[in-house]
């Protein structure tokens, strides 16, 4: 072998030993994982306390970390966990209501991490011909809301605090997408939720809507909840997970704007709007002490409003998994241990 | 100190003093870092603490058993690390002491409350003492977590005055410490740049006062170190400046001495070329070889030999050896080594072949040259053309060979000729002795007188043939030489002339007369030849008186001589004449005053030459003469050859 045929077959040569060389170190991770991605399903309520798993999703921040996320986008928070413990999803997001009403019956899932909270979106929309003017006018009125739900908690503390009790009003339940219809067709004077139902109450009853609110009454939390047969044999992936979440978290603290614009465009002005000031829209990966105050004080309405039949607090140290996180981001883990 | 040390001590000091700055900062480091480690622990205290008091009143708000778990299990972390607090400080370990003691009743205080609530769960329903103690233990737990968040924020804050003391304490000791270095390094680099300047100033002082030409002028610099010694040294040179200026003279003396010396050497070096130029034979110097290899020989080899000398320097092309006739080249060699052995300059004549292939005498003289060892370094000499002095010789050699050939050929003519005449003229005068005898009377007397005129002829001529023979005898019939004494010789020869002294009334006295070596018979012909001619030329009147004499020189040129002398007071002669007179028919006097054959003395020459010697006389007219025969004592081996050739020739 002699002349340029030579030196090109030494260059191939040289060339293909150092890709072998350099290729075990020199390949990242998350490089591997994207060779080969891992196949994560997660079911995703369109409500902004779950934005960061929307933006990790159109960011495509799940594959940076090697996942190939499947998302199914759910009304609520209750219905994605529903669908999460029946197995159709490995990971969902969701308030603590659902998790605490699921936690009486079932100890099959965990809570990974809080994932964003928001407070001001939750409204009392009223029927202005009903005589509702003011909260203090929902006394004796049909109240239409999703049960044991974080709508469904929140009217309980808006009737406390205007000193209405449960018993004062006449307590319907209704599936989300139901609601505002039945506003409209007078079936029910009023009804709690969030967006986009407020807006589409407001677009069907027009000057006769009332939205009521008390901003700062309720902090509506979602969690990362997954069932523990994955955790069990995944939980690598819930890691990489709560990793991307925590990318999207960056990014949503270094683009605000674009941040706030992609939810819009996500969930609708107003569900922005409701967020409004954006301080109200706190979008972080955290596990901190109140979750515990959170899902007890839940658990003590459910339990003294008969809404479970349980007379003990299910074991909420039992249902928070902070291992994951304490993994991923372990300054992010403040509850007390 | 030296400024190199200085700067050694100068570079090492920052090294020194930034260790020390390291060490310390290191020390501090190490202190502000526990500090800030006791500092961190305790706020992780304070910060379980207040996580205690959050779940105590969660315990008491909801008496929630995940509240009491909790708290159970952040009790346990807590006591953990305080175990790990350790405060140097006696009013920190009193107060770690009093927050362990405080968590200890809470933890007591928390378990009686949590049994009160468990029997209250148990059995609900209580009487108002029950509520009013569980109350007042709920008040006190509520007290007592207060007062240990307040403990533990002091405990915390004394961790962190501490820790920001230590850092106080850190920052202003490596400031100090910094600005210590800084100091330490500017006023050791202030002192060094002072000396230095100082000194280069006193050094371009000097040089400036040195070149305005004060060379007096020292520098004064007793530093000990580079500059001192740069001063020193500027000192020797403005000293060997001054010597050197005030030695110019000299040296500009010495300088035109010595150009002076030279223009004298290439005057001599000018004559010492035009001498071997011109001088009629080539200089040479060459070593004592086979080759005679030269080592210098000048352009006059060329004239003699025809081969430029260039040739022979160093047998680039021929060697001096190679154009010596093959036939002398060992005579040269014998002479030269001759030189060599003796010491003594060597002379040598010989042959050489010219580049013409003619041949050519020539003259060589040389010395061998020694060095002080007594080794032989070269030989040095010239060699002359003497190729016509040759010829010359030659030539001389033929003509004597030829004259010497020619006269034995008129010797032996003469002599054949003398011997021959002898008859017929005997016979001549034996007839005109009987013709005058038996017929004197027939003749008329004009017939008689020329019978006797032709007698007397026949009678002169026979003795001038005599004469002659004896003159010719002289060489062709010589006797070898043998002692001779003088004086007895002397003697026989005057007994022999008795009758003629008696007839001249002449007195002749002879003195002590030496034995030398000679013919005898030519002797006491030369002796008897001078003595008669004393008697012979006596003045009228006047009583001969001749004297016979003789003395010996032992310092003659030649070897010992004798000089015979022959004194007279005769009639003497001219001077004038006294080169002819030993002529062979020379005769001062008429034949009538005087008789002879004029032969006497021209045999006494050739006597005196044949024995090596010579004759001479001197006189005045009318005063006597005196003939001096100079005569060796002794004859050298040739002389006796020569003699007895003569001899022998004679023998033939």
């Known amino acids: 072998m002699s002349g340029p045929g030579a030196i090109e077959a030494a260059l191939l040569g040289a060339m293909l030993a150092a890709l072998v060389l350099v290729a075990p170190q020199g390949c990242s991770r998350e490089e591997a994982e994207r060779i080969s991605p891992e196949p994560v399903r997660l079911a995703l309520p369109l409500q902004t306390p779950s934005a960061l798993a929307m933006l990790a999703a159109e960011e495509g921040l799940f594959e940076r970390v090697g996942l190939s996320v499947e998302v199914t986008e759910h009304v609520s928070g209750k219905r994605a966990l529903a669908a999460m413990l029946a197995g159709e999803a490995d ?69 406390i605090k205007h000193g209405i009790s449960e018993e004062d009003v006449e307590l319907v339940f209704h599936d989300v997408e139901e609601l505002p219809e039945a506003l409209a067709a007078g079936r029910i004077d009023a009804f709690c939720m969030r967006e986009p139902f407020v807006s589409r109450a407001r677009e069907l009853l027009g000057p006769d809507a009332v939205v009521l609110g ?117 300054q992010a883990v403040t509850i007390i241990r | 100190m030296r400024i190199a040390t200085k700067l050694r001590v100068m570079s090492l000091l920052p090294i020194a003093l930034a260790l020390l700055v390291a060490l310390v900062t290191m020390e501090a480091f190490r202190r502000v870092r526990a500090s800030a480690r006791r500092s961190r622990m305790a706020n992780q205290a304070v910060i379980g603490v207040f996580e205690l008091n959050i779940l105590t009143y969660d315990f008491l708000q909801y008496r929630s058993e995940r509240a009491r778990r909790q708290w159970q299990q952040r009790h346990g972390s807590l006591l953990s690390d305080l175990a790990e ?120 002082q000097g040089a400036e006062t040195l070149g305005t030409g004060d060379l007096e002028h020292r520098l004064k610099v007793e530093t000990g170190d580079e500059l001192g010694e740069l001063a020193d ?6 000293r060997n400046l001054q010597a050197i200026t005030a030695s110019r003279d000299e040296l500009d003396r010495e300088v035109a001495e010595h150009q002076r010396t030279l223009r004298r050497l290439e005057a001599s070096e000018e004559r010492f070329r035009s001498l071997v130029a011109n001088i009629p034979g080539a200089v040479y110097r060459c070593a004592c070889d086979e080759q005679w290899t030269m080592q210098f020989i000048s352009d006059a080899i060329e004239e003699l030999s025809g081969y430029p000398a260039s040739d022979f320097l160093h047998n680039r092309v021929r060697s001096y050896s190679s154009i010596i006739h093959p036939e002398d080249r060992p005579l040269v060699a014998e ?181 030398i070596e000679a013919d005898p018979t030519q002797m006491r012909q030369l002796i008897q030849n001078l003595l008669s001619n004393a008697l012979k030329f006596t003045r009228q009147g006047v009583p001969p008186v001749v004297k016979v004499s003789a003395e010996l020189d032992h310092d003659a040129p030649a070897g010992e001589v004798c000089r015979l002398t022959v004194q007279d007071n005769g009639i003497g002669f001219d001077k004038r004449h006294l080169d002819r007179m030993f002529d062979v028919f020379q005769r001062l006097h008429p034949r009538g005053e005087y008789d002879g054959t004029g032969i006497g003395l021209a045999l006494c020459r ?47």
């Open chain 1, 91 to 159: 990971l969902a997001t969701v308030a603590e209501v659902p998790i605490v009403f699921s936690s009486f019956e079932r100890d099959d899932f965990r809570i990974l991490a809080g994932v964003g909270s928001v407070t001001g979106e939750h409204r009392v929309v009223a029927h202005r011909s009903r005589g509702i003017e003011q909260p203090a006018d929902l006394r004796g009125k049909r109240i239409a809301t999703q049960r044991a739900s974080a709508v469904h908690f929140y009217l309980h503390l808006f009737l």
């Open chain 1, 214 to 330: 008390e901003p700062g009454l309720y902090f509506h939390t979602d969690y990362l909840v997954a069932r523990t047969d994955f955790l069990r044999e995944r939980p690598e992936a819930a890691r990489a997970v709560l990793r991307a979440l925590g990318r999207a978290e960056e990014a949503a603290g270094r683009r605000p704007g674009r941040t706030r614009a992609r939810i819009a465009r996500r969930l609708g002005a107003e569900a922005l709007r409701a967020a409004d000031p954006p301080a109200r829209l706190r979008l972080k990966v955290s596990l901190d002490q109140s979750l515990y105050s959170s899902l007890e004080a839940v658990a003590r309405w459910a339990m003294e409003t008969r809404l479970v039949d349980a007379d003990e607090m299910p074991d909420f140290l039992e249902l928070v998994q902070a291992d994951c996180l304490d993994a991923v981001q372990p």
């Open chain 2, 85 to 204: 607090l350790d405060y140097p400080r006696p009013e920190s370990r009193e107060r770690l002491a009093e927050l362990h003691e405080g968590l200890a009743e809470l933890h007591e205080g928390l378990g009686e409350l949590a049994v009160i609530f468990e029997e209250l769960a148990a059995h609900p329903g209580e009487d108002d003492l029950a509520h009013e103690y569980r109350t007042m233990l709920a008040g006190q737990l509520l007290a007592k977590s207060h007062a240990l968040v307040s403990l533990a924020a002091q405990l915390g804050a004394q961790g962190e005055a501490r820790a920001a003391h230590l850092q106080n304490q850190a920052a202003i000791l490596i400031v100090a410490l910094v600005f210590a270095l800084a100091v330490a390094v500017a006023a050791a680099s202030l002192h060094i740049g002072h000396t230095v300047i100082r000194g280069m100033a006193r050094l371009r």
């Open chain 2, 233 to 238: 040294a500027f000192n020797r040179m403005a």
């Open chain 2, 335 to 515: 002479a030269v080594q001759e030189g060599v052995t003796t010491r003594e300059p060597y002379a040598v004549e010989y042959r050489i072949v010219m580049a013409d292939g003619h041949e050519r005498w020539v003259y060589e003289k040389g010395r061998a040259v020694f060095d002080q060892e007594g080794g032989l370094q070269w030989l040095d000499g010239a060699i002359f053309d003497v190729n016509e002095r040759k010829e010359a010789e030659q030539n001389l050699r033929d003509a004597l060979a030829e004259l010497e050939r020619s006269n034995r050929e008129l010797e032996q003519f003469a002599y054949v000729a003398s011997h021959d005449l002898q008859e017929p003229l005997r016979k001549i005068r034996v007839f005109g002795e009987r013709l005058e005898t038996k017929c004197a009377d027939a003749l008329p007397a004009k017939g008689r007188d020329y019978l006797q005129r032709m007698v007397n002829a026949a009678e002169r001529m026979s003795e001038l043939i005599d004469d002659l023979l004896a003159l010719s005898r002289v060489t062709t019939r010589g006797e070898p030489f043998v002692p001779v004494d003088l004086e007895r010789l002397t003697a026989e020869v005057l007994a022999d002339l008795e009758a003629r002294i008696e007839q001249a009334d002449a007195r002749v006295e002879v003195n002590s007369l030496p034995t």
């Open chain 2, 606 to 652: 050739k006597i005196a030459l044949r024995h090596g010697g010579r004759i001479t006389a001197t006189s005045r007219p009318g005063e006597g003469s005196t003939f001096i025969v100079t005569l060796p004592v002794r004859h050298t081996g040739e002389r006796r050859k020569d003699a007895r050739s003569d001899h022998d020739s004679d023998g033939r």
